[in-house]
């Protein structure tokens, strides 16, 4: 094994990126991707504001892997925006 990764992942466009406004973590090897939507709705004969808009949840699943040797500082970076 020569140590090196076979994914010339620094002269393309990664497959995802994650970022909170500061932070930016590019994933390149992206296996799987999946979103979800919830939604609730108030109960019936409720006043006020929250009667009006309803109540959603997004949820955004990735399953990816971390290449080249930057990869445990990416893994930092994505301990980072998970807390």
Same mark, same amino acid.
């Given at each position: ?8 992942? $620094? ?8 970022? =909170?406004?500061? %932070? ?5 090897? /992206? +296996? ?14 409720? $006043? ?8 959603? =949840?997004?949820? %955004? ?5 971390? /290449? +080249? ?15």
């Amino acid at each position: 094994m020569t140590g090196t990764s076979f994914l010339a992942y $620094t002269s393309g466009v990664p497959s995802a990126v994650l970022s =909170d406004g500061i %932070l930016v973590i590019p994933l390149w090897v /992206v +296996g799987t991707m999946s979103i979800s939507e919830t939604y609730a709705l108030p109960p019936v004969g409720s $006043t006020g504001h929250r009667a009006v808009s309803s109540v959603h =949840d997004d949820t %955004l699943t990735l399953g990816a892997s971390l /290449v +080249g040797p930057e990869r445990y500082g990416w893994k930092l970076g994505l301990e980072q925006l998970a807390e």
